[in-house]
């Protein structure tokens, strides 16, 4: 899957889900920044949208809310680490949006990969039944 830059038009669509016009926020500077940037540096984000807990704000105030435009944000691993201003490899990812229906059209697409993907944007969450992801995203307060 390739990461995207947002046309205007979608970039409105994701903002008019994602806050009111009158609410700058978090969610609606990283939406913004990331609609017109793809694979951004984790401090990079945070620097420019003024946040620190970005998986929080994209998976509780953005993912969920544009699900049903076809778009997503994520992060991945760069190809090579990112190094601290001490040359010390860091654990920053890359963030950008995505088009949700994209890789199931692909002639070439093979759900091993989401699988491995998604694996690499959640590496230690438990191998639960369905039943107990339910429970466990409702007591979290995730819908």
């Known amino acids: 899957m390739q990461p995207i830059t947002l046309s205007p038009v979608q970039l409105q669509a994701v903002l008019d ?3 009111s016009a009158s ?3 978090g969610a609606r ?13 984790t ?12 998986s929080d704000q994209i998976s509780v ?23 601290n201003k001490f040359s ?18 692909e002639p070439d697409y093979d759900a091993s990969e989401l699988a491995d ?7 230690n969450l438990p191998d639960l039944p369905a039943d107990d992801w339910e429970r ?3 007591a979290a307060g995730v819908e």
């Open 29 to 41: 500077r990283i939406a913004v920044y990331l609609g017109e940037h793809a694979r951004v540096r």
């Open 117 to 123: 993907e998604l694996d690499t944007l959640a590496p």
């Open 61 to 83: 105030h953005i993912n969920p809310h544009i699900a049903h435009l076809g778009l997503y944000i994520a992060c991945n691993k760069p190809p090579q680490q990112f190094k």
């Open 136 to 138: 466990t995203m409702s």
């Open 43 to 54: 401090r990079t984000l945070n620097v420019e949208c003024s946040c620190g807990n970005l």
């Open 88 to 105: 010390e490899h860091t654990n920053e990812h890359q963030w950008s949006f995505y088009q949700a229906q994209e890789a199931a059209n």
């Open 17 to 19: 889900c994602v806050t």
């Open 23 to 25: 609410k700058q926020n």
